[in-house]
């Protein structure tokens, strides 16, 4: 149980193109959904928390026009790369939550390339 | 901002040696999570540690949390290739009513090799 998905694992797309990333939490009602960046060789770093029906609490120094969250549904969150340039090349990961004091479960994470 | 640092970086080591790897922060944490990563996977969990002291082990590998809940410690036994990956420590810490998110460690890159 407690499965997370993905959508797609890998994507390469020229400057300039919005992309658009899915994490669908099959088989339970996710309440809050995590948005993740990672870099090669580092580690996870919180990019912004969803909660269902409200507006995503970006960390600091993430650009929330950039990143664009919604998070429409109880099983479904999207996150919208606008404008993508090379710098926002990365593999980014979601996670979703049942409800607090609930462990996390991870999706596989979507590889991002801007040519 | 918490920061939890993982030591050491990296560690490449024989099949069947122990290793130990470190997880501390300046910040207490309600909870501390180890995960274990693939490359281009997302993390998978191995432990939650919740109490200040607790110690949790699977098969060969042995969780510590510190006893002020600042720190932690996994510790393998008779290392196999199989447990070649990236490890990560997660801090999981409440900023609002019930509501929580995790910190991520600096991460610890193992290979084990025959």
């Known amino acids: 149980g407690a499965v997370v998905s993905q959508h797609p694992s890998r994507v390469i797309c020229k400057s300039g193109t919005s992309v658009k990333i899915e994490c669908r939490s099959l088989?339970?009602?996710?309440?809050?959904m995590f948005w993740y960046r990672q870099f090669p060789k580092k580690s996870l770093m919180l990019m912004a928390t969803?909660?269902?029906?409200?507006?995503?609490?970006?960390e600091q120094g993430v650009e929330k026009d950039k990143f664009l969250i919604n998070h429409a549904s109880l099983t479904l969150s999207t996150l919208t790369v606008t404008s993508a340039q090379p710098e926002d090349s990365s593999f980014y990961i979601c996670?979703?939550?049942?409800?607090?004091?609930?462990?996390?479960?991870f999706g596989d994470g979507t590889r991002l390339s801007i040519l | 901002t918490q920061l939890l640092e993982q030591s050491p970086q990296f560690l490449s080591i024989q099949e069947g040696e122990n290793l130990t790897v470190y997880c501390n922060s300046s910040?207490?944490?309600?909870?501390l999570q180890w995960y274990r990563q693939e490359p281009g996977e997302g993390p998978v969990l191995l432990v939650t540690?919740?109490?200040?002291?607790e110690v949790k082990k699977l098969k060969r590998l042995t969780f510590q949390f510190g006893d002020a809940r600042k720190d932690s410690s996994l510790h393998i036994t008779a290392a196999q290739p199989g447990d070649t990956g990236l490890y990560l420590c997660?801090?999981?810490?409440?900023?609002?009513?019930?509501?929580?998110?995790?910190?991520f460690g600096t991460g610890t890159r193992l290979q084990v090799t025959l």
């Open positions: 996670s979703a939550r049942k409800e607090n004091n609930q462990p996390q479960h």
């Open positions: 910040s207490v944490f309600s909870s």
């Open positions: 088989d339970f009602q996710a309440t809050t």
């Open positions: 997660a801090g999981e810490f409440v900023y609002r009513g019930t509501a929580s998110k995790l910190t």
């Open positions: 540690v919740v109490t200040g002291g």
């Open positions: 969803s909660n269902e029906g409200s507006k995503a609490t970006y």
